[in-house]
């Protein structure tokens, strides 16, 4: 059971059945955070560049406005990182750039705007929390880059190797707990930056990720059912159970946030979970990510779904 339940997750991988131990992890499943990092936005920060030139206007024109409501819609995590991984959460959403007039190499997290955690402080975290948890693997999904240049890219990941060193498990074949394990690894970093990746043995290639972009969760489980009528991914990949504010919806909920909009379609969302299953077979799910985690009983749920690989 999760901090929902009453208790830890904190080491849920090394006390799965031994069955499951030569498991492929793109086999298991796995509970993910949706952007990781936007519990600690600054309410101080720019509006980040990636947004439209009218936030960027508003923003100047009617900070005090403006500022609060991208705050509110930003927000998709109330636990800390050291928390969402004592809830169990193993496959953290790291979306990373550089800001501008920032300093030199000072890299922060952003969703619409940036965190005051430093993205090298944070790796450090973490780091330190799987010391103390050795047998637990968790999956760093690096995206986004926004700001960030051939060098900024190379300064992140000489600290991503420096801070986690031998606990990096190299690209190849998709590994079991057992292997991990045998080989004192403990961390996957997925890295969208195609240029990075050919350079770096310890990245991976960026990890797909289903996104509805929508705003109410029937729609979102009607997209998540087409995407597995495809056919899942051969590796690793998230289904993401996050909702989407769109201008329309914002508008029309001038006191609500995120939150708001979320909490109340987390049942739906959570009874979906529970009819997924982890496995080879091409409708089977993965690693699956949502907001706000720690608020009911989401973690515990995916990871659960382990269980029906016993039953084959």
């Avoid at 024109?61 to 809830?87: G, H, Y």
Wanted: aromatic residues 8%; negative net charge; charged residues 20%.
């Amino acid at each position: 059971m999760g901090a929902a339940g009453g208790c830890s997750n904190a080491d849920w991988m090394a006390l799965l059945c031994p069955r499951l131990w030569d498991v492929p992890l793109h086999h298991l499943s796995i509970p993910g955070s949706h952007d990781t990092m936007t519990y600690c936005l600054s309410r101080k920060s720019p509006i980040s560049q990636a947004q439209s030139r009218l936030l960027h206007l508003l923003g100047r024109v009617a900070p005090c406005i403006t500022r609060p409501m991208v705050l509110k819609w930003s927000v998709t995590q109330a636990l800390d990182v050291t928390q969402q991984l004592d809830e169990g959460v193993r496959y953290l959403d790291l979306r990373i750039a550089h800001m501008m007039g920032g300093s030199e190499r000072n890299l922060h997290f952003v969703h619409m705007i940036y965190t005051t955690a430093l993205v090298e402080d944070t790796l450090t975290e973490i780091s330190e929390w799987l010391e103390s948890h050795p047998r637990e693997v968790i999956i760093l999904a690096c995206r986004n880059f926004e700001g960030m240049t051939d060098e900024l890219h190379e300064y992140l990941v000489g600290c991503i190797k420096n801070i986690f060193g031998d606990m990096l498990c190299p690209r190849g074949d998709i590994p079991t707990l057992r292997q991990l394990w045998a080989r004192g690894q403990q961390v996957i970093v997925s890295y969208e930056d195609e240029a990075s990746v050919g350079r770096h043995r310890e990245l991976w290639p960026g990890i797909p990720y289903w996104w509805g972009n929508k705003v109410k969760s029937q729609a979102l489980l009607h997209y998540l059912e087409t995407m597995k009528s495809c056919g899942r991914p051969g590796g690793l990949f998230v289904a993401g159970i996050n909702l989407t504010e769109n201008v329309e919806y914002v508008l029309a909920h001038p006191s609500g946030s995120l939150e708001k909009m979320t909490l109340p379609n987390l049942p739906s969302l959570r009874a979906w979970v529970r009819e997924q299953r982890p496995g080879p077979g091409s409708h089977c799910t993965n690693i699956i990510a949502g907001d706000f985690v720690g608020t009911d009983t989401f973690v515990n749920d995916v990871i659960g779904l382990n269980s029906k690989l016993l039953w084959s």
